[in-house]
């Protein structure tokens, strides 16, 4: 098992992807579904549902896979700026 933090080995992620006929960024989406619901990661049904959706790369997937591969601090920024954008015109003095 991998350690937090941990540097991720992207020549297995890689391989590993190649084998399961998926990109590594949908290998990494359909890892964080089975590791969401544990309960029926070991479903071979359910694993092999969850693999088909990742070889069918749609643009949420995609989303999600930047969310999912962004550093914390990154993410947390993106969230920061979008919150002052959203405050920054409610803030702004009003001349009624």
């Given at each position: 098992?991998?350690?937090?933090?941990?540097?991720?080995?992207?020549?297995?992620?890689?391989?590993?992807?190649?084998?399961?006929?998926v990109?590594?960024?949908?290998?990494?989406?359909?890892?964080?579904?089975?590791?969401?619901?544990?309960?029926?990661?070991?479903?071979?049904?359910?694993r092999?549902?969850?693999?088909?959706?990742?070889?069918?790369?749609?643009?949420?997937?995609?989303?999600?896979?930047?969310?999912?591969?962004?550093?914390?601090?990154?993410?947390?920024?993106?969230?920061?700026?979008?919150?002052?954008?959203?405050i920054?015109?409610?803030?702004?003095?009003?001349?009624?």
């Amino acid at each position: 098992m991998s350690m937090p933090g941990a540097d991720i080995d992207a020549k297995r992620l890689g391989d590993l992807a190649a084998r399961l006929g998926v990109s590594p960024r949908q290998l990494v989406i359909a890892a964080a579904r089975l590791a969401a619901d544990p309960g029926r990661a070991d479903d071979p049904a359910f694993r092999a549902r969850v693999l088909a959706d990742a070889r069918e790369e749609s643009p949420a997937a995609e989303a999600s896979a930047r969310v999912l591969l962004a550093p914390l601090e990154t993410f947390a920024v993106d969230e920061v700026d979008r919150l002052f954008a959203q405050i920054w015109p409610a803030s702004a003095p009003r001349n009624d």
